[in-house]
């Protein structure tokens, strides 16, 4: 059954619990959204959208975005979703390999990308918009719009608006979509000369939902506090409620909701833990599931969520787009680990996982991705991280392009990291490194945030006396630099080892 079936037949036998509510408190119920998402799929077959159709896709988490991006793919539809901020040339780019028929935007960043004051207004603020309005189509015609908000100057003639859309005629499917067919494509990385894009399908979207309830129990009266989609589909599927915060939420207004809401599951990156940990440090009672992900979690922050929540289970989620989720570990499992790398968990059942020969960690399974867009499918993942079996439990010990090279010995961070994460008056710990001019190796170094503001004085010191007994010889840094936090990028805010580079540079 399809990831849009399921949701329909949710729908269907409770529409009258409320599925989802918004970051302002307006509620949804199953059987309002259900109604929505067929009036959209009708709308967008009568205006034109034909099967496999991608559908630029540039609408921020909300209600309005669930429903139509679940409206395309019930059209049979691609929902391509391609960040506009990423700058003109990596957009025009990524426009290039996605061919896409139409466009969904939000009326503000039609309006961003035509109006003079708005270009200059994101411009200071560091984005550059593209003219979505001037886009063209795969034959060089051009594409239908359908804006979400109230109707700005920008917005192209003809555009449909979305609430038209949403309160059109809602008739029951005559037949359903190719579960094998593309539903959703996801840019990750690349340049402007050959970007890249995952390809899911709905039936790889489904089996990953499924993982997630196998690890994560769900269901009516649960509420799961969360922007994601990935953890907010298998909610509606599972009949619980869906609690969305508001767009850039501050810290202590997402506890606030967590708690005012009853949030029984959320899910934050390691760093936005942090964040909320550092306002308030005790998170609801309501609590039976914290969810980590997107990056991996220090050890220092699964002790306070731990201190935090002692009535929830703290959970680590190992995956890719590409194949997600892989692997959940919980908190005291990571904690208990004494050896090098960072455990993740066994792999989640129908994942298979082995090592080539390189120790690389190669996956495949129903959650895999149809491959990548404009490639031939893929029947097994390369996923750069290097790993080994634990008595059937994956431990990564490091990213196969971050490896360094000190004379013979090739130093993997990965497999160090976490072992000095973990030593006293550490917070976070990351190695890099710097061309060294004399040797023409690199030069090791260590990065540490300390743990409290009393931690940095000695920190060095310690660290040189206790480094030998607990990493490899070869591995030991030639410098260690303190610092007050490790520099971040992206929505997910991983490492970006490019600027801690920079920044240890001597």
């Known amino acids: 059954m399809t990831l849009v079936r399921r949701l329909l037949d949710q729908g269907a036998r409770t529409p009258r619990a409320v599925a989802l509510v918004s970051g302002d408190g307006t509620r949804l119920t199953y059987g309002e959204l259900r109604r929505q998402v067929l009036a959209v799929r009708h709308g967008l077959l009568a205006r034109g959208l034909a099967e496999g159709d991608a559908v630029l896709f540039s609408?921020?988490?909300?209600?309005?975005?669930?429903?139509?991006?679940?409206?395309?793919?019930?059209?049979?539809?691609?929902?391509?979703?391609?960040?506009?901020?990423?700058?003109?040339?990596m957009f025009a780019a990524?426009?290039?390999?996605?061919?896409?028929?139409?466009?969904a935007a939000e009326s503000v960043l039609y309006a961003g990308s035509r109006l003079r004051p708005v270009r200059e207004y994101a411009r200071r603020r560091g984005l550059l918009l593209p003219n979505l309005a001037a886009l063209r189509g795969p034959d060089e015609d051009a594409l239908r719009h359908v804006y979400v908000g109230r109707r700005l100057p920008g917005v192209p003639r003809g555009a449909l608006p979305f609430a038209r859309l949403a309160r059109?005629?809602?008739?029951?499917?005559?037949?359903?979509?190719?579960?094998?067919?593309?539903?959703?494509?996801i840019f990750t990385s690349g340049t402007?000369?050959?970007?890249?894009?995952?390809?899911?399908?709905?039936?790889?979207?489904?089996?990953a939902l499924d993982l997630f309830r196998t690890r994560l129990p769900l269901g009516p009266g649960d509420v799961v506090h969360t922007d994601q989609l990935m953890l907010g589909l298998p909610t509606l599927?599972?009949?619980?409620?869906?609690?969305?915060?508001?767009?850039?939420?501050?810290?202590?207004?997402?506890?606030?909701?967590?708690?005012?809401?009853?949030?029984?599951?959320?899910?934050?990156?390691?760093?936005h833990l942090a964040e909320i940990l550092d306002v308030v440090p005790q998170l609801p009672e309501s609590l039976r599931y914290v969810l980590l992900g997107a990056a991996p979690a220090p050890a220092a922050i699964l002790r306070r969520a731990l201190r935090a929540a002692p009535f929830a289970e703290i959970l680590s989620v190992y995956a890719m787009t590409e194949i997600l989720p892989v692997a959940i570990a919980s908190a005291e499992e990571k904690l208990a680990h004494t050896g090098p790398g960072d455990p993740v968990g066994a792999p989640l059942p129908g994942v298979a996982a082995r090592l080539a020969d390189d120790g690389e960690l190669?996956?495949?399974?129903?959650?895999?991705?149809?491959?990548?867009?404009?490639?031939?499918?893929?029947?097994?993942?390369?996923?750069?991280?290097?790993?080994?079996l634990?008595?059937?439990?994956?431990?990564?010990?490091?990213?196969?392009?971050?490896?360094?090279?000190?004379?013979?010995?090739?130093?993997?961070?990965?497999?160090?990291?976490?072992?000095?994460?973990?030593?006293?008056?550490?917070?976070?710990?990351?190695?890099?490194g710097v061309p060294d001019?004399?040797?023409?190796?690199?030069?090791?170094?260590?990065?540490?945030?300390?743990?409290?503001?009393?931690?940095?004085?000695?920190?060095?010191?310690?660290?040189?006396?206790?480094?030998?007994?607990?990493?490899?010889?070869?591995?030991?840094?030639?410098?260690?630099?303190?610092?007050?936090?490790?520099?971040?990028?992206?929505?997910?805010?991983?490492?970006?080892r490019d600027r801690l580079r920079e920044l240890v540079r001597l």
């Not at 429903?67 to 979703?81: D, M, Q």
């Not at 005629?169 to 959703?184: L, V």
């Not at 402007?192 to 089996?207: C, I, K, N």
């Not at 410098?479 to 805010?493: H, K, Q, W």
Request: glycine share 10%; charged share 25%; proline share 12%.
């Open 237 to 271: 599927i599972a009949g619980a409620r869906w609690s969305m915060p508001p767009l850039s939420c501050p810290p202590a207004e997402f506890a606030r909701l967590m708690e005012e809401r009853g949030a029984t599951h959320t899910f934050c990156v390691p760093v």
């Open 59 to 89: 609408v921020r988490p909300s209600p309005e975005a669930l429903v139509l991006a679940l409206g395309v793919v019930a059209a049979g539809g691609v929902v391509v979703f391609a960040d506009p901020g990423a700058g003109p040339e």
């Open 362 to 388: 190669l996956l495949a399974g129903p959650n895999l991705c149809r491959g990548y867009l404009g490639a031939d499918p893929l029947t097994e993942l390369p996923t750069g991280d290097l790993a080994r």
């Open 192 to 207: 402007t000369a050959a970007p890249r894009a995952v390809v899911h399908t709905q039936a790889s979207l489904a089996a």
């Open 390 to 432: 634990d008595g059937g439990r994956l431990v990564l010990t490091g990213r196969k392009k971050d490896m360094l090279i000190r004379g013979e010995f090739n130093l993997y961070p990965g497999l160090y990291e976490p072992t000095i994460a973990v030593l006293p008056g550490v917070a976070e710990a990351a190695i890099v």
């Open 94 to 103: 990524r426009l290039r390999l996605a061919r896409p028929r139409w466009s």
């Open 168 to 185: 059109g005629p809602a008739p029951e499917p005559d037949r359903g979509c190719d579960p094998a067919a593309p539903a959703a494509v």
């Open 437 to 496: 001019p004399r040797t023409g190796d690199e030069e090791v170094v260590l990065a540490v945030v300390p743990l409290t503001v009393r931690d940095p004085g000695d920190l060095p010191d310690r660290l040189r006396r206790a480094l030998p007994g607990v990493i490899d010889h070869d591995a030991l840094p030639d410098r260690i630099v303190v610092l007050d936090a490790l520099p971040r990028s992206g929505r997910t805010r991983k490492l970006d």
